[in-house]
């Protein structure tokens, strides 16, 4: 699957990072912010709240850290849901200040299974925010599961209809190299074909995968 999406696809450079980042430590601060903010809105919706952020001066650990709660609500307005995305966004900085020194890349240190556990305990952050986070802000070999990846697997029959997020993350796992690169290219093009083809109703002609069995109808 990977090696046929890959070849007909190419590569899909992601995560998609804004003009407005000037160096690798906002860079990966704007991708840990938009994990967050991509929360059930479209991706256009968090582009219009990080522009907005970055023009407040806000995509910077310590003055996001100090910002009011219901300012920065008014601010990342557009994301949808802001106030509880203002609430979410304040909550991990407050565990960066409490577990990393305020640091984003200190996630990259320490057992992965261990670090991926305490970003579950902050308030608003699920498994594929998390996995999102540790994958494409600093690097750390864990894959995100999506709708996307969920549906394609399920429609192919690799998965059954209630796996769990755990069952469909170790299934990558396994069966790819457990390398950051493989992971990031892998969920990037399986949310372009979600895209493209495998869509809510499926349109498989043409589709990479038209030729492994399959049912449109899961």
Not at 63 to 68: F, G, I, N, S
Request: hydrophobic share 40%.
């Amino acid at each position: 699957m990977y090696r046929e999406l890959l070849k007909s696809f190419g590569p899909q450079h992601w995560w998609p990072v804004s003009h407005h980042a000037r160096n690798p430590s906002q860079a990966r601060l704007e991708i840990a912010v938009g994990a967050v903010l991509t929360q059930n809105t479209s991706w256009k919706n968090v582009e219009r709240a990080i522009a907005a952020m970055f023009a407040a001066g806000l995509m910077d650990a310590a003055k996001l850290r100090a910002m009011p709660e219901g300012n920065l609500a008014e601010v990342i307005r557009p994301a949808g849901t802001f106030r509880v995305k203002a609430k979410r966004l304040k909550a991990f900085m407050e565990y960066l200040w409490a577990h990393r020194g305020g640091r984003l890349d200190g996630l990259g240190a320490g057992e992965l299974a261990a670090v991926r556990e305490e970003l579950l305990t902050v308030h608003g952050i699920g498994p594929e925010t998390a996995d999102a986070i540790l994958l494409y802000a600093v690097g750390r070999p864990t894959f995100v599961v999506d709708a996307y990846a969920r549906r394609v697997l399920r429609r192919h029959g690799w998965i059954p209809t209630k796996a769990t997020y755990g069952e469909i993350q170790r299934l990558f796992h396994q069966a790819l190299p457990q390398e950051p690169q493989v992971y990031n290219e892998c969920h990037a093009l399986l949310v372009e074909l979600g895209k493209r083809h495998c869509r809510t109703r499926a349109r498989c002609a043409g589709c990479p995968l038209e030729n492994l069995p399959h049912d449109e109808r899961a």
